[in-house]
């Protein structure tokens, strides 16, 4: 099993800045990317960012992109997302998941972070 802690969510202007972080424990060696989704009230989850745990390699959604950045220190088994230019339509709960080698799904999640970008 692995365990997902995020940290790093809370309340910004609009313009603002914030970073998430996710750490990982147990056996993280079954993992080989994470990823950030969020979901906002009323709406269904979505994918932000994801990052390849051995290479590095990234992709984004387009929402996102130029303003987030995903990035990993694997010596501390942690993810973060950096979040620059929030927009109010960027509130809502992160959640970070990790994937297994094999898996066509994320298999592991956190228990979110709330973001709120005030106008």
């Known amino acids: 099993q692995v365990q997902l802690v995020e940290s790093g969510g809370g309340l910004v202007q609009a313009g603002g800045s914030l970073r998430l972080s996710c750490a990982a424990s147990g056996r993280t060696s079954s993992i080989n990317r994470m990823g950030w989704f969020r979901q906002a009230p009323g709406k269904a989850r979505e994918f932000v960012a994801r990052i390849m745990w051995s290479d590095g390699s990234i992709l984004y959604a387009d929402s996102v992109k130029g303003r987030f950045t995903i990035s990993r220190d694997n010596a501390k088994n942690t993810v973060y997302l950096q979040m620059n230019s929030l927009k109010p339509e960027d509130t809502a709960v992160y959640y970070c998941?990790?994937?297994?080698?094999?898996?066509?799904?994320?298999?592991?999640w956190g228990q979110g972070t709330q973001v709120t970008v005030s106008s």
């Open positions: 998941a990790g994937r297994g080698s094999y898996s066509t799904g994320y298999d592991y």
